[in-house]
């Protein structure tokens, strides 16, 4: 990385970035432990009063900061002129022991581990990668085809891997572009809540994102990139749903049914990496009467660009997607009408519509390990923080509404936060105050949640829905509200996965009986009866309690990565992970997420199956997920070669 323009270019990029951040960057650099000293010290990581977002600034004097950026132009313009070199990526206990002094907080090993990995100061592709090249370039994958379902995140990123590693594979996605669920949400102001700078694949880190939490489009347009820059274009197949797959016992492969508007083909691959999410079948509602409805009706995950200027707008449903869409919504409408069922937890968030500092984005593209570090912080700030406060304490008295003593005070400050927000509507207090504990469903990040709710022009109704009319909805207390424009937030068929294509195993079993209504796999990955079929983002894989999708998915490819190259190595035909071994796992799984905030038995959610089952979530940390994926146990799995399975 070479530092490009002049001194007054460093001189205001530093005025925007993160100075415990910057320090290590003075560490690594000069290799002078003088970074790291008490005088440098930062005041502790604490979020302020009623946010969900800690300040990690530092808490220096002006006049200590100022000396650091001082010092920092000075280091980094003898960098720019050659006359320093940039000095050397930190060694994994230095980066523990970096970590450690910028945060004030103890980072174990396995953590600074994790992070070198996320920071590509250590490549992890290392594991597998030059095994796989050699099989590859020894004929050993000559007619290996893998087959992955869907263009999104998940298939975009094994996509990246395939390539890289020379193996012959084929995307079919359904939609006419990459990005999945960033390609099909359109509603106002959708976007992500997790901290921009960590939501992108390692590999392919963005140090341009406009925003500190981006919009729909500019997601969108990043996995669009992503497909070019992975030159991964020629091999996805748009407009192609997959209907049905079947193992075929003798061959050890899979024959894939799909069908492309109205011709219907079928293919052989050797492997499928199903990529379909768990969030991308629109959940419609049972209610009475809602297809007699007259007005105009569509899903969020369906977004409909019609006027809604003065119109008469009701929403169904008050989840994240919900609450992303109502403020716009309702700046448009005549009168919005949320129809509650039950309330969730809002948080407020810092930074929300910030856009990112011109500095900022400068140093993440040319200050020599800014966008490392960066990342790292954030992973540490925004992710396992929040863990302790959703395991449960059996020592914490009143579990009714709380696990722990941390979950109890995160309620207290979201309680105050529902009441400020609601201004003039205090009479909707308790209706909005959930009465599960904060993190048993996700924690929404707030863009003005209670302030909308608290317009004149928008009602909240919490009596529940009787039925839906001709005209409008008619609530239990037998109020009718006429409306318009009929907006289901509804969310999505999340419990059946893989759904709607049929997957038939071993001896022809059909997964979708296999699991009933509750899902399970190995590591979110491996069904046994299943050989070389594997699921990202899987069951048991989802995150609730802080980080990025992107993390778990991408633990999940590098765990994918390493069955493949232990079969093409070995010239095995396929893998198919042992029956006891994936019984196992699951009862654990299932252990500890009783444990855990979402499994607490007042949590209704669409993690959970009918019987209360937690099948969506995983029921680890960031850092055990990374640990559970992060090394394939070969005995774990019976491996099959045609003739002959071993
Ligand atoms: O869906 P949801 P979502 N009658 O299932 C209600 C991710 N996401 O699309 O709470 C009446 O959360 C249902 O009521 P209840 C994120 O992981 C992320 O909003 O079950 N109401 C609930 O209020 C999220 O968790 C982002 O009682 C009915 C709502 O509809 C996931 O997607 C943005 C009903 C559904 O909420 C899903 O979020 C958006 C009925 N028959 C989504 N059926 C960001 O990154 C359902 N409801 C920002």
Known sequence: MTIPGTNETLRAALQDVNTPNLLLVL???????????????????????????????????????????????????????????????????????????STGEEVALETAEMLMEETRFKNRDVQWLPTLQSAVSQGKAAGFRVLIVGAGMSGLGTAAKLKEAGIAFTILEKNDAVGGTWYENRYPDCGVDTPNHFYSYSFHR???????????????????????????????????????????????????????????????????????????????????????????MWHSARWRDEDLTGKRVGVIGTGCSCVQLLPKTADRAGHTWVFQRTPHWVAPARDYYKPVEPGLIWALNHIPYYAEFHRARMILIFGDRSWPAVVVDPAWQDQSVSVNEANHAMREVLIDFVKSGLGPKQDYVPHCVPDFPVWGKRLIVDNGWYETLAR????????????????????????????????????????????????????????????????????????????????????????????SIIYQIECQIHYVMQCLTLLLSNEIQALDVREEINDHYNKEVQAISGQLAWGHPRVESWYKNQSGQVINNSPFSLQKFWAVTHDLEPADYRLLKTGSNL
């Open 27 to 101: 560490a690594t650099i000069t290799g002078d432990d003088i970074w790291l000293s008490e005088r440098y010290a930062p005041a502790p990581i604490e979020a302020p009063e009623g946010s969900l977002f800690p300040d990690d600034s530092g808490g220096y004097s002006a006049e200590l900061t100022s000396e650091i950026r001082e010092q920092a132009m000075s280091i980094l313009a003898e960098v720019r002129e050659g006359q320093r070199s940039v000095g050397q990526a930190p060694s994994l206990t230095r980066f523990q022991q970096m970590l450690a002094f």
């Open 456 to 547: 004149a022009d928008v009602s909240l109704v919490s009596d529940g829905i009787a039925r839906i009319t001709e005209t409008g909805i008619e609530t239990n207390n037998g109020d009718h509200h006429a409306i318009d424009v009929l907006i289901l937030a509804t969310g999505f068929k999340s419990n059946e996965l893989l759904s709607p294509m049929q997957v038939l195993g071993l001896g022809g079993q059909d997964l979708a009986a296999v699991w009933g209504d509750a899902a399970n796999a190995y590591k979110g990955t491996s069904m046994p009866g299943f050989p070389n079929l594997f699921l990202l983002y899987g069951p048991n894989t989802n995150i609730v309690h802080g980080g």
């Open 206 to 296: 963005n140090p341009d994102w406009s925003g500190y939490f981006s919009k729909r489009d500019e997601l969108h347009a990043y996995f669009e990139q992503c497909a070019d820059e992975f030159d991964i274009r020629e091999h996805i197949q748009f407009g192609c749903s997959v209907t049905r797959m079947a193992y075929d016992e003798g061959l050890n492969t899979w024959s894939v049914s799909y069908s492309r508007g109205e011709e219907q083909h079928t293919e052989t691959f050797n492997a499928v990496v199903s990529a379909v999410g768990q969030l991308n079948q629109p959940s419609i509602p049972n209610i009475e009467g809602l297809s007699s409805f007259q007005g105009a």
